[in-house]
């Protein structure tokens, strides 16, 4: 490793480090530092200022190892370089959609960032059934935006290469290819699963039609440089209030194909979807609330949809983009590879290395299981049927036909 200052920062560092950063805190304020992070990767520091001001900011130091697995797992940083970047353009493209960036030190592999603790985690919102009115509206745009402006669509050409050269994350997507790609779908060693379902997930490794489709959808993964996408985009990398939307940790951020951000979203309000099963058991209810979660995934589509077309008719540069019935064709498929990535990344989290808490909080394993066999089979039609859909209500009949 190059980063030869480079060592993880104690708290007390971190209270010096971001004194002498110019225009956070003043001179002699007093701070206060907590490690906040529960993610499977990095370290997070929230630093607040004691006092009347309420002035806070948070710190992501990039471990060189993943801290889920440990020392034994070597991880590089650069994953914070190409979070810090990937950020500053989502903040330029997206203004108060994403964290807002103070300071990016390569050496240390730390972001100094916006301190978006009013909000919550929207997993943990959707396991309490909470509803977020606007987030449709604001992920919808977010997924719009950052794709077509930074994809052939909207770029000059040769812009574009640039910008995949600069967001070459080899490391980060072999995460991807191993854990949502490969390893679901034979017995590997990193798979953990309820072994109440193990019928199903042997059954899934022995279907031969399913991972063809999953290797096709690999295939795009590896090779189709259409867009800087996140790269990570599930409800625990968005942090909302009732009215507010924010993303953050773009850390797998690279140029691939635009429907594995969208797949993203969808995959995980599903996956929220099948874990009612275990936490609503009051009928009723439960159903109201997964009208609602279909509903917000069909509004999610249709936002993105119209905003992308907007952007098609006012901010198209590439020649061919009024080419007859390229437009049209290019949303359908932009449509049915969100399917598809949708079912890899609900079956991954089922059968493979990082569970969502969704369903890893149903405790009587039983109703854990009815959760996590409903998540397989929507996955498994979602990828296996994906090139059928012609509109977002053909995945959503397809949701409640499997249900
Ligand atoms: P990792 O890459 O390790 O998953 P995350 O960026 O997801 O790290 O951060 C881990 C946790 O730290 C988040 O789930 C959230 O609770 C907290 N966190 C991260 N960034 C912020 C922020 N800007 N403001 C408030 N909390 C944050
Ligand atoms: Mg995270
Ligand atoms: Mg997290
Ligand atoms: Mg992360």
């Known amino acids: 490793m190059s980063n030869s200052s480079y060592h993880v920062l104690s708290e007390l560092e971190i209270i010096e480090y971001v004194r002498k950063i110019p225009g956070l805190f003043s001179e002699n304020a007093q701070l206060i530092c907590k490690e906040i992070g529960d993610g499977n990767l990095n370290l997070v520091f929230r630093i607040i200022e004691n006092g009347s001001s309420g002035k806070s900011v948070i710190i992501k130091q990039a471990l060189p190892y993943a801290r889920v697995v440990g020392e034994s797992w070597p991880l590089t940083l650069d994953r914070a370089r190409i979070e810090s970047e990937a950020l500053m353009i989502q903040n330029s493209i997206c ?52 794709l077509f402006l930074t994809s052939d669509l909207a770029l000059d050409h040769q812009d574009k290469k640039q910008k995949v050269v600069q967001f070459i994350n ?25 072994p109440l379902i193990k019928e199903v997930i ?42 507010d939307t924010k993303v953050f940790d773009p850390e797998f951020s690279f140029y691939g194909p635009m429907g594995f951000d969208i797949g993203a979203v969808i ?82 989290r089922v059968i493979g290395l990082a569970h969502v808490s969704d369903l890893e909080s149903i405790n009587d394993p039983k109703l854990r299981a009815k959760g996590e066999r409903l998540a397989l089979a929507i996955g498994q039609q ?22």
């Open 267 to 348: 995959a995980n309000l599903l996956l929220n979807f099948c874990s009612h099963e275990g936490h609503t058991l009051d009928q009723e209810e439960r159903l109201q609330y997964q009208d609602y979660l279909l509903n917000t995934v069909e509004e999610i589509w249709i936002v993105f949809e119209e905003e992308f077309r907007i952007l098609w008719k006012g901010k198209a540069s590439e020649p061919y983009a009024s080419i007859q019935g390229y437009e049209d064709d290019y949303i359908l498929r932009l449509l049915q590879d969100s399917l598809g990535y949708a079912g890899c990344k609900m079956m991954r």
């Open 170 to 194: 080899p490391e980060l997507c072999k995460i991807t290819e191993d854990l949502v790609f490969t390893d679901p779908y034979y017995d590997a060693k990193t798979n953990q699963f309820n």
């Open 382 to 403: 979602l990828v296996l049927k994906r090139e059928t859909a012609q509109k977002i209500g053909d995945l959503t009949s397809l949701v409640r036909y499997v249900k």
């Open 95 to 146: 203004p108060g959609l994403v964290p807002k960036v103070y300071h990016y030190d390569k050496e240390l592999a730390l972001t100094v960032m916006e301190d978006l603790s009013s909000h919550i985690i929207m997993r943990k919102g959707l396991i309490s059934r909470n509803r977020y009115p606007y987030f449709a509206k604001h992920i919808g745009t977010f997924l719009a935006r950052t």
């Open 202 to 243: 042997e059954e899934i490794w022995g279907h031969g039609e399913l991972k063809l489709e999953i290797t096709k959808l690999k295939e795009k993964f590896l090779t189709h440089a259409q867009a800087l996408i996140h790269g990570d985009l599930h409800t625990g990398s968005i942090m909302v209030t009732e009215t």
